[in-house]
């Protein structure tokens, strides 16, 4: 559903879309249909703060991002340019007062994302008609409120919303056991087992005039008394899930005690924050991807003389770097004509990784030609992760200028720790891994055998922001209604947080 | 048909506003909102509102960067870059979000925080301004504002009363009789009027502590009488062993030293009364602050002008003693003599910065 009635584009830019459709095609990009819709900038930041899709339900962060937007854009400090979204038909959005360069510079872009969206494997599951679901959300929401009030949904959604980064990116693409088994049912079967009641569990093999002395009857009775306990604690416990659960979302929705409202309006937040991961797994790829075909099809083709210099100025403002970020387009783009200048030359493989001289290796060429296609194959079967680990090489880096940085505690300063290969790719990795964020599964949802929920964060030398844990557990407690607990690393001791609904508690472990 | 993103964008702002209402108290006591007085709208910074996750914070963070350098160099302050280059592009800044308030809005916020009553204006009968309306006409006036359609009529009339018309050739001739002006009448609009007379001492012993705690505190009052009345006219009073009357830039700035004679400051203060502010059309405020050190002698002379010929005129006489290292404090002792024979003398005593807050509930709280 477009925003409002379709308008149709005017006849010029209608002409370059054909022309632009028509190049990318020949280039071998494949994509859905693509329409565009040419917006003002008040529309354009309203469908942005929406996430792309015009109908969304109601939430005061849409609001405070349309109020960023729209303040940023009259203040002069930054433009959004293009604004697509992963459906088919894919729906794109023009800025209406952007010069025809710009607009062709976007519409390359934008067919570059749609190849993208079409062809990635991290993609292939997402909703394509998501346009439809967003605004059933919607719709479920809007009666939500009719019945229970503006205030309480939204304060729901906001805890919902606190916790929706915990869920399982991957989990889509892999085919668990059909239901999680609770411990506690699996704990009973062991007793089943024929062999413990006939007392051999335990019991070495021996002559029978020694047997007394190798499985000495007290033992074997202390050991048979062991298991006894250890099977009763195991039963008392009932902790479940039997593994950690990353999608802690899904053990929620399974588990906690909600109304039927509240339990939709969580599934509704879980179902939006798995369609849009793959855009967060993928940031560089697809940035990249789409900023290499827009350079491709400008410099070959859309361009005019006249429109070199603007088309120039507005490529390399999208492209720059400054030293606290990664530009995602700039890294994208340069490691995909990296990769496509390797596969040319032939500057992979074991002959060119083991080769000693420095001359021979720049020197090398092959003549392959085989770079455009290593690079449709990269896109369709990496992520941002992936593509990093298995293409980012030491001369990149080095060509690049790239460092790692690291939080210095003492001086709260950021400081450059490294220009070493290595240490490069090991941070950035880190980094991209799960969207930066942290690891947390749910190892107990009947910790203490008292119903409360029980998180642990994986740890990995990066600690959690207290403020915000701390805030995190009041809104998980409101949809667990138990005490809540995570299981972190403060201050480089193991500790636990908790909270009861009451009052905070932070326990070294 | 009103957008959603306009729904959700009320939406925000109101709950900025709760989160603002919430922390009034920081906001009075912390001067964070002066110097941002536009025409009727403040811009308060208010800390960005978020939804949060779990996140890593600081220690043990870091990314990767491109540019130049050696190891070792320090490229941002901690909380600066992004959390990672995932986001770098697209993720706004964790910066402080200014929200408009309107200067009413202000008041009102303050009123109910403070549990300010309205003030019951003195002298809403018999303070009358006069406007002007043009609701009818004359037969005389400048020919600017002739009544084209009414004097036609008239010509008309006249010309068929007296038989001059003829109905084959309609030709109707004005005559200087025939002519009609518009006109005004004038609308008595009732006004009530206020008046704030703001007076500090500004010798040595104040600090710029304790200026920034007068000037805090008079934004507040000001917001909240600008709110009460439709045209308040302020007047500043800077003094330390002489006084005069300054603007308000000057007021809030000078740092002078010396010594001290409150009475001057008196004198000026009755003489601007006098001048310009007839009791009995005015509703007087008066301001003062001070660090309460003043040159021993004159205490008698500042009592004196002050019952005879200064709180008799006022609304309220209001007097804030900010806590000095310097100065003695005796003043507010010479005045708490008089205290009881006079019911629209308030005093208080201003310890620090936190102290505002209940400073000007002491002084707006009996809706004078």
Known sequence: MPISTHRALPSDIAAVQDDMQQIAADYGLDFFETIFEIVDYEELSMIAAYGGFPTRYPHWRFGAQYDELMKGYSYGLQKIYEMVINTDPCYAYLLRCNAMTDQKLVIAHVYGHCDFFKNNAWFALTNRKMLDQMANHAARVNRYIDSHGQEAVEEFVDACLSLEDLIDPHSPHIKRTEKPVRAASTALEPRKDPSESDGSVGRFPSKDYMDAYINPPDVLQQEADQREEELRQAEESRSFPAEPQRDVLLFLLENAPLKDWERDVLSIIRDEAYYMAPQGQTKIMNEGWASYWHSKIMTHHGLTDAEVIDYADHHSGTMATSPQRLNPYKLGIELLKDIEERWNTGQFGPDYEQCDDLYEKEHWDKHLGLGREKIFEVRRIHNDVTFIDTFLTAEFCHKHKMFSFAYNDSSDYYEIASREFDEIKQQLLNSLTNHGRPFIYVTDGNHKNRGDLYLNHNYRGNELKLDYARDTLVNLQRIWRRPVHIESVIDDKPTVLSYDGKSHEMKAK | ?368
């Open chain 2, 1 to 368: 048909m009103g957008r959603n993103i306009d729904r959700d964008l009320s939406r925000f702002k109101n709950i900025v506003r709760g989160r603002l209402r919430k922390d009034l108290r920081r906001y009075i006591t912390h001067g964070e909102m002066l110097g941002r007085k536009g025409r009727e709208v403040v811009s308060i910074p208010v800390p960005n509102i978020s939804i949060p996750h779990f996140q890593h914070g600081p220690k043990g963070s870091g990314g990767v960067g491109q540019g130049e350098g050696d190891v070792g160099q320090p490229i941002g302050r901690g909380g600066q870059p992004g959390d990672g280059p995932g986001q770098a592009g697209d993720a706004p800044g964790r910066h402080v979000r200014e929200v408009e308030v309107s200067l009413d809005e202000l008041a009102e916020m303050l009123g109910e925080e403070l549990e300010l009553p309205r003030i019951e204006p003195k002298g809403k009968d018999t303070i009358k301004s006069k406007k002007d309306r043009y609701t009818t006409v004359r037969r005389t006036g400048p020919e600017s504002l002739r009544h084209f359609k009414r004097t036609y009529k008239q010509a008309l009339k006249r010309m068929i009363a007296s038989n001059d018309y003829n109905i084959d050739a309609p030709r109707i001739i004005p005559m200087r009789e025939d002519h009609i002006y518009r006109s005004w009448k004038s609308i008595p609009d009732p006004q009530a009027n206020a008046a704030v007379i703001y007076v500090m001492d500004v010798s040595g012993s104040m600090t710029d502590d304790q200026k920034e705690i007068v000037r805090t505190e008079s934004f507040w009052i000001d917001t909240w009488l600008q709110k009460q009345y439709d045209g308040v006219q302020t007047r500043y009073v800077i003094h330390d062993a002489v006084a005069r009357e300054v603007d308000e830039d000057t007021f809030y700035r000078t740092r002078e030293s010396g010594g001290t004679r409150i009475s001057s400051a008196y004198q000026v203060a009755r003489s601007i009364i006098q001048r310009e502010f007839p009791p009995d059309a005015w509703n007087i405020y008066c301001f003062q602050f001070s660090d309460g050190d003043n040159w021993g002698e004159d205490n008698n002379e500042c009592i004196k002008i002050l019952t005879d010929e200064i709180i008799p005129h006022c609304n309220l006489f209001c007097y804030g003693q900010v806590e000095s290292p310097y100065g003695s404090g005796d003043f507010i002792r010479e005045l708490r003599k008089i205290n009881e024979e006079h019911e629209n003398l308030i005093l208080s005593e201003i310890g620090n910065k936190d102290d505002i807050y209940d400073s000007i509930k002491t002084f707006l709280g009996k809706g004078k």
